[in-house]
Antibody, heavy 121, light 111 residues
Framework: QVHLQESGPGVVKPSQTLSLTCTVS??????????WTWIRQSAGKGLEWIGR???????NYNPSLSSRVTISVDTSKNRFSLKLTSVTAADTAVYFC?????????????WGQGILVTVSS | QSVLTQPPSVSGAPGQRVTISCTGS?????????VQWYQQFPGTAPKLLIY???NRPSGVPDRFSGSKSGTSASLAITGLQAEDEATYYC???????????FGGGTTLTVL
């Protein structure tokens, strides 16, 4: 059973960079069988797909966020990360990391518990 | 405003059958992309309930079923139980947006 756990600061100041990490256990990011994805949930915009990374480092981003988003993978530590620059109050949300099987793309079968990030000075 | 449209709420008595609709467009559901359904309880992460339009992951009761037709999909829950009270989200992929998209969620109340 794959387990994902988000970590990072719960508060980020406006205009700064939000940085989160997702540690994967019970499965290997290096297996090459999955994409690793970030999704966020806010009261204002509901669930929003942010982007994904493959074990090779290849990424796909939501065009609405692509100018501010970077997702990277660290296979040696079996984890992947999210960076979102120039944050505003609109980026306040619960951020989830998920697994997206390569064989069934655009489906999210395992989710982390989520981490609330508040943008506030 | 979400790309996929769901009713904000539905309700039913224990034992009854309820359905939740999910309406998309020609660039997502209508383009042939699969629809997934997720169940979410307050304070927890969404859980995959239906994938590939009609398939249930291991452990999901067969009281839950999904269907798809044209630019819409539906989730049906039969034999409604109190434990089914949750918010349900549909999800697909939109080729014009180049992104996975979600519905706004439907809150199910068991009367």
């Amino acid at each position: 059973q794959v387990h994902l756990q988000e970590s990072g600061p719960g508060v980020v100041k406006p205009s700064q960079t939000l940085s989160l990490t997702c540690t994967v256990s019970g499965g290997s990011i290096s297996s090459g069988t999955d994409y690793w994805t970030w999704i966020r949930q806010s009261a204002g915009k509901g669930l929003e797909w942010i982007g994904r990374v493959y074990t090779s480092g290849n990424t796909n981003y939501n065009p609405s966020l692509s100018s501010r988003v970077t997702i990277s993978v660290d296979t040696s530590k079996n984890r992947f990360s999210l960076k979102l620059t120039s944050v505003t109050a609109a980026d306040t949300a619960v951020y989830f990391c998920t697994r997206e099987p390569l064989r069934d793309p655009h489906q999210f079968d395992f989710w982390g518990q989520g981490i609330l990030v508040t943008v506030s000075s | 405003q979400s790309v996929l449209t769901q009713p904000p709420s539905v309700s039913g008595a224990p034992g009854q059958r309820v359905t939740i609709s999910c309406t998309g467009s020609s660039s997502d559901i209508g383009a042939g992309y699969d629809v997934q359904w997720y169940q979410q309880f307050p304070g927890t992460a969404p859980k995959l309930l239906i994938y590939g339009n009609t398939n249930r992951p291991s452990g999901v009761p067969d009281r839950f079923s999904g269907s798809k037709s044209g630019t819409s999909a539906s989730l049906a829950i039969t034999g409604l139980q109190a434990e089914d009270e949750a918010t349900y989200y549909c999800q697909s992929y939109d080729s014009s947006l180049s992104a996975s998209v979600f519905g706004g969620g439907t809150t199910l109340t068991v009367l």
